[in-house]
């Protein structure tokens, strides 16, 4: 928590208001994450991991409506959000009986679509294709 709060002194930004508020929550004190959490979705940021945060927080407190309509919007922007987050984030959904995505864990159809560009995403970011019997594409 002091290293978050450093960063945020440091660097005022939304990632450091979700930092902070995600380190005070997991610290068991979501009363003081919550306000944080809410100054890190403040700009309407499309990164699903910041709305998960603020509904976690949420939850924590009890307000379940508010709770249910951030994590909604968090699997509308990526019903994947990290490896590390979804199995949490899937455990809140169940809690707070929202319909969990279509996508479950493990998919790994969205790793093998193509890029605008019309490679394996996995070229297009750089990385070989290490499939067998796929090029890299470069």
């Known amino acids: 928590v002091a290293m ?8 005022p930004t ?18 003081q994450a919550l306000p944080h959490a809410r100054a890190a979705v ?11 945060h ?8 009890g307000m379940t409506a508010a709770a249910r309509r951030h994590l909604a919007q968090a699997f509308a ?9 979804q199995p949490a984030a899937l455990a809140l959904a169940g809690r707070l009986r929202l319909p969990a995505p279509r996508t ?3 998919d790994r159809r969205r790793i093998h679509r193509t890029c605008n560009f019309g ?4 070229c297009a970011s750089g990385i070989p294709d290490r ?8």
């Open 4 to 11: 978050a709060r450093r960063a945020l002194a440091e660097r």
């Open 14 to 31: 939304i990632y450091a208001q979700d930092t902070l508020g995600w380190a005070l929550r997991q610290a068991g004190r979501a009363g």
């Open 42 to 52: 403040r700009l309407g940021t499309r990164d699903a991991l910041l709305w998960y």
């Open 54 to 61: 603020l509904a976690a927080a949420e939850a924590d407190l």
């Open 77 to 85: 922007i990526s019903p994947y959000l990290t490896v590390r987050d």
């Open 104 to 106: 479950p864990v493990g």
């Open 119 to 122: 490679k394996p995403l996995a």
């Open 131 to 138: 499939r067998p019997g796929r090029t890299s594409g470069r």
